[in-house]
């Protein structure tokens, strides 16, 4: 990931300063990498034709800005930054869930995959996954930022420890374990 966390976070304190153009310049540089990381994961998924795929990337990574923008709530670095836009991609995914299950009275609702937690076959339901997702949050919070960007934003070790401000060592502890309790929850 290209992102400088000083840069970001200057960028976000001058925005919540009211500087004009800074929440651009941020969304310039974060958009780039999140866009290249949703597709890249997509098609790793999906295949090269993402055939299944109900949301586009650029689609989902809009949405989610539009949320953010809308919300104007101040953050404090880009750990911050990345903790309140998983949210809003989290409500983007089950807003379109449930759309698309209210369109069809239920039948084809939004399915995501888990990567890392199973093998590809394995898909469960996004809202069942939010569930979850909450639960593991409301036990253990940082265990639960650290599954979020992994499976969301598709972050590495060394960047979710750096976005976190924890040691590598840590995010794969909390990784192992989060992978094998949402196995537990989604089976």
């Known amino acids: ?18 500087q004009e153009g800074a929440l651009d310049r941020v969304m310039d540089l974060v958009y780039k990498d999140l866009s290249s990381m949703a597709e890249s994961h997509l098609r790793r998924r999906y295949g ?11 689609a989902l990574v809009h949405e989610t800005f539009l949320r ?9 670095n880009r750990g911050h930054f990345f903790a309140i836009a998983t949210r809003m991609m989290l409500r983007v995914l ?14 084809d609702q939004a ?7 199973a093998d590809q076959s394995s898909v469960h339901d996004l809202t069942d996954f ?8 409301a036990d ?11 499976l969301l934003w598709g972050l590495t070790v060394p960047e979710i ?11 794969n502890r909390d990784w192992r374990f989060a992978r094998r309790w949402l196995l537990s929850q989604l089976t």
Do not use: C, W, Y
């Not at 090269?48 to 949301?55: D, F, K």
């Not at 253990?140 to 979020?148: F, I, L, P, S, Y």
């Open 140 to 150: 253990d919070h940082r265990t639960a930022e650290v599954a979020k960007l992994r």
């Open 130 to 137: 939010t569930r979850a997702l909450e639960r593991l949050d």
């Open 111 to 117: 399915r995501v995959t888990l990567s890392g937690l």
């Open 161 to 171: 420890a750096e976005t976190l401000s924890v040691s590598e060592a840590t995010v």
């Open 48 to 58: 090269a034709e993402l055939a299944g795929v109900t949301l586009e990337p650029s």
């Open 94 to 107: 089950n807003d379109n869930a449930r759309l698309k299950g209210a369109e069809k009275r239920g039948g």
């Open 68 to 76: 953010l923008i809308r919300q104007r709530k101040g953050f404090d």
């Open 1 to 18: 990931m290209s992102l400088d966390e000083g840069e970001i976070t200057r960028l976000l304190h001058e925005a919540d300063e009211g």
